[in-house]
């Protein structure tokens, strides 16, 4: 998955660093990233390398390994900044552009900047945040608020019945392959109760016998995603929640395609049970 970067080492841990100039700072406009390819891998600026960085301030984000990674106070255009030779990608661009440790690192930076651009004025007051200095958060002085990273927990479900998995296909979305049935847990809902409602809303069936598999952040959405493995409990007939899938059906082990990529979570879950390693 793409978080699984070994034996390069994922450092979170936050500190109030001041950038130099061999550090790597990720640019944003709108919904893309500024990246150029070398012998098609994606790679980024670092500080040295900015056209100008028309007075930012630079906020660490995270290492992985020594590399360090910042982004500009969000107050500023990037697309000013951008150097020459580089262009802008949505972060689709980065399910199947390596190297996977800087695919990871581009789409979780890009969710950081969204959220502290989000975050610029203070909801409560409307006074200008402030970055903590000692922690990844945003501090109004006005108030007293304190406004931590948005995470959003949700469930990928791979439903079983014997031999055959459901699989659905999103609708409206740019993303075309095969999927699980998935969906963020509600308020007062345990994870659980996010599997039995979100199967039963998309597909019209019910489980049983739910079992956890694994964990994964998708910076993708700002999601936590928890993998669960179920079987069918009683009708198999589906019903079709339109509103949300074009299609939903079963398939056997052997009518389900290989895995095209192995980044997410349900990708991996649907290649287990394809192969029959569940």
Known sequence: MIQEIFPREYRVQYGDYVPEAGDTVFLFE?????????????????IKDLSNTCGA??????????????????????????????????????????????????????SLYLWYDSNKYCGRCGAQMEHSKTERACV??????????????????AVTDGENLLVTRYKDRPYLSYS????????????????RREVFEETGVHVKNIQYYKSQPWGFTSTLLSGFFCELDGDPAIKVD???????????????????????????????FRTGAT
């Open 180 to 195: 699980l049935v998935a969906g963020f847990a509600e308020i007062g809902e345990s994870l659980e109760d996010t599997v």
């Open 242 to 272: 339109e509103n949300e899938l074009a299609e939903a059906l079963w398939l056997t082990r052997e009518t389900i395609p290989p895995a095209a990529v192995t980044i997410s979570l349900t990708s991996e879950m649907m290649e287990r």
């Open 140 to 157: 109004c002085k006005e108030c007293g608020i304190t406004v931590y990273p948005k995470l959003s927990p949700a469930v990928i479900v």
């Open 57 to 110: 301030e630079f906020h660490y984000l995270f290492s992985i390994d020594k590399e360090r990674f910042f982004v500009p106070d969000a107050h500023f255009s990037c697309r000013d900044m951008a150097p020459e030779g580089y262009e802008w990608k949505t972060n689709v661009f980065f399910r199947t552009t390596g190297p996977q440790y800087l695919a990871f690192a581009a789409v979780l930076a890009q």
């Open 30 to 46: 709108g919904d893309t990233i500024c990246c150029r390819l070398i012998d098609g891998d994606a790679a980024f600026p670092c």
